[in-house]
Nanobody, 126 residues
Framework: QVQLVESGGGLVQAGGSLRLSCAAS????????MGWFRQAPGKEREFVAA????????NYADSVKGRFTISRDNAQNTVYLQMNSLKPEDTAVYYC???????????????????WGQGTQVTVSS
């Protein structure tokens, strides 16, 4: 099993910044990549960003390109999501996810992620 513990969520004003952290424990050696997803009320869970542990290759949703940055600290088995220039539309529950295997260029699909964090609320006020 893999456990994902998130932190850093909260309330922030529009235009502000927030950094989310996700610490992975357990059988982390089998992990290929980590992703961030978000889900707003009444909407489907959507892809935000992903990164591979080994090469640090990244992918971003169009809605967050230029504003969000995903990174990882392999020594601490921790992945981060730096969120800048936040907008009210970014308000959602943010989830960290663990992709066990590579399925090619399928970062955006929830189906390729095997483990999920508990979710952390991010609220952006106007």
């Amino acid at each position: 099993q893999v456990q994902l513990v998130e932190s850093g969520g909260g309330l922030v004003q529009a235009g502000g910044s927030l950094r989310l952290s996700c610490a992975a424990s357990g059988r982390t050696f089998s992990s290929y990549a980590m992703g961030w997803f978000r889900q707003a009320p009444g909407k489907e869970r959507e892809f935000v960003a992903a990164i591979t542990w080994s090469g640090g290759n990244t992918n971003y949703a169009d809605s967050v390109k230029g504003r969000f940055t995903i990174s990882r600290d392999n020594a601490q088995n921790t992945v981060y999501l730096q969120m800048n220039s936040l907008k009210p539309e970014d308000t959602a529950v943010y989830y960290c996810a663990d992709q066990r295997k590579s399925y090619g260029n399928s970062w955006y699909s929830t189906g390729v992620y095997d483990y999920w964090g508990q979710g952390t609320q991010v609220t952006v006020s106007s």
